[in-house]
């Protein structure tokens, strides 16, 4: 049997209630399709680690995981003790950029039984894939600030594209459209008023994109972008954006859907040379961590991505994906419903639910 | 009687063909309201100027300007003949850095008449304004390209924050705030994913807020905020953003109202130092220019927001702004409607039956 080893790491706040859930459908798709999981439980990357050490892992960390094949990840944040930038730079995005994880892979997609945000949509009318540059772009800590603490201050913000970084995620949604039925691929920009990068961008776009003449390329200015979300959400299939613009898109998409609440991810390192982080886009929810009411959807739904990325090429994987989004549409449809869309079903309920039907 | 001078600069595309009928509402509100518009037509700032000069303006284009108290402007790009980064940064966004514009003002409102792409909103749900810093920050030309043409191409682009420049646009925001019934100030931020620039946006929200112990502040990271214009559009009143967090809320917001071809912006030097410019969000749209089938509401709307602006202090502005509102309320809901909402009626036409009732 093919086996797979998998690092559990659930986090902060509801991580941890919806992490449980997340493996108890994951292993019966496992058991159902005949592969194994070799899974581990690790407590850092958290902001409870935090409080004991002084910093969010230790300094092994690199080490602890070497051979895993994936990380199964909760969440991570909790700003009554650690702020946010130190407990996230600490841990998700620092898993991000050391191994690599260059795609951040976000579906969107709606489902029977959730009321849809906007007017008249049905499923099957929502349903396309934001590809999301995952390691540099807009997300840095360079720059500085000059006449710091005086009314003079100014403040650089330094943003930074490689062409390395940008071709291969340009690459990768490109191939990703061309395996779809509908080939198209829409590109967010800025070039109108990003006046370095974007244009480059768009340049890069159009150079990579000579290489798939079947697949439809359309740039679009972010701020457009976002209001055709709303307004003719039917035309995406597959959404490519830098690391900032992505990170809107993925959560402006998934509003249309209902929810961010049942939102998967999956941040790829699709050459296997590190192991891939897989994650709901919900994060640690404070307000409502403690009461066992968290949706596990959407870490569920990352379970599914991670088999699927696992078993690549292998039928296997794709087959248990396909299970488990059978599964969760089935019980978005029929119930039981957690309290986020009206039900009063616990966490541990809707996995039980979702891995019964697996 | 008080008298204001305004240049008129219809730009490009369907700025040629909404103008008119701008023109022809504000001059209607004028004569109601007892003052006086002295118009000046301008032709540059236009690609058409461009083909015969290779420059969107002449040299002298502040000189021309000294004295005129706002620009009364209708869209600027026709990508076939001159780039759009260079139609726009050589004459609006020109004009909103040199003439200090620093607060890009639009109002997102819901219209009866408008059917609303999210489900179960009516108007009233929808009502908040988007202030949006308009000179700095994320738009920018500088930075550039490293190993330029190769594969090891690394670009570098800078964002610029200055303490002047984001303290005066929270104080408007603020100010603008406590004017409100709700006193609520909503703040894009990204401090947990842009490391340098958004922690130190959110220092000075947090040191301005001080001041303004009336208004409730509540900072939101720019993609749960995207996804909550969608969701929860009704927790809005007003909404102060960065630059690019500026833009692109405000294509947004008024698309989830319906359409973006209704929104106004006004271009703000609030201190009165330079001219003000007032321009329909929705741009030159190529596509449809030509059938005199654009729907000039927008740019109605925006001289609506023009007359306010000049008049401040003086209730004869703020009636004749209320008036226009109401007339292109009114025609919202009965009609006639060009065709973007469903009707048969030219540009024409509606600025005929608005400028009418006002
Ligand atoms: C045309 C473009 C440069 C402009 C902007 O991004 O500011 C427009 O989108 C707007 O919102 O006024
Ligand atoms: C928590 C935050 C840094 C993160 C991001 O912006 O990448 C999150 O919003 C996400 O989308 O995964």
Redesign the interface.
């Known amino acids: 049997t093919p086996t797979f080893r998998i690092a559990l790491i659930a986090g902060d706040g509801i991580g941890k209630e919806v992490m449980p859930e997340g493996l108890r459908v994951v292993l019966a798709a496992a058991e159902r399709f005949g592969f194994e999981l070799d899974c581990r439980t690790i407590d850092w990357a958290s902001c409870d680690y935090h409080a004991e050490h002084g910093q969010m892992m230790p300094d092994d960390w690199k080490e602890q995981l070497r051979g895993v094949d994936a990380l199964y990840f909760g969440a991570v944040g909790w700003p009554e003790t650690v702020p946010?930038?130190v407990s996230?730079?600490g841990s998700l995005?620092k898993f991000r950029r050391e191994f690599d994880q260059y795609i951040n892979l976000r579906p969107v997609r709606l489902f029977e039984g959730v009321?849809?945000?906007?007017?008249?949509r049905k499923p099957g009318d929502i349903d396309y894939l934001v590809v999301r540059e995952n390691t540099e772009g807009?997300?840095?800590?360079?720059?500085?600030?000059m006449y710091e603490g005086?009314?003079?201050?100014?403040?650089?913000?330094?943003?930074?594209?490689?062409?390395?970084g940008t071709d291969r995620v340009l690459k990768y949604a490109c191939e990703l459209a061309r395996s779809r039925k509908r080939r198209h691929l829409t590109v967010a920009t800025?070039?109108?008023?990003?006046?370095?990068?974007?244009?480059?961008w768009d340049g890069r776009a159009d150079a990579i994109g000579r290489d798939y003449p079947g697949v439809t390329i359309d740039k679009q200015h972010?701020?457009?972008l976002?209001?055709?979300f709303?307004?003719q959400p039917t035309r995406f299939d597959v959404v490519v954006a830098s690391?900032?613009f992505g990170?809107?898109l993925?959560?402006?998409g998934?509003?249309?859907t209902g929810?961010?609440g049942l939102a998967p991810s999956a941040n790829l390192n699709p050459e296997r040379k590190f192991p891939s982080l897989f994650e709901p886009v919900h994060g640690s929810a404070p307000d409502i961590y403690g009461q066992n009411i968290a949706n596990p959807i959407a870490m569920i739904w990352s379970g599914a991505l991670m088999l699927d990325f696992l078993t690549q090429g292998q039928g296997a994987g794709r087959a248990a994906h396909d299970t488990i989004l059978g599964a969760i549409e089935a019980v978005l449809r029929d119930g039981p419903r957690t309290r986020d869309l009206g039900g009063t079903a616990s966490t541990t309920e809707l996995g039980m639910a979702i891995a019964e039907r697996v």
Chains 1, 2 share one sequence.
């Open positions: 946010d930038h996230l730079w995005l009321p849809c945000p906007l007017a008249g807009e997300y840095t800590s360079l720059g500085g600030v005086t009314e003079r201050e100014i403040v650089i913000q330094e943003s930074v594209f490689s062409r390395h800025k070039s109108n008023g990003i006046a370095i990068s974007m244009p480059w972010i701020d457009i976002s209001a055709r709303v307004l690391n900032l990170d809107i993925s959560d402006l998934p509003a249309t929810t961010i």
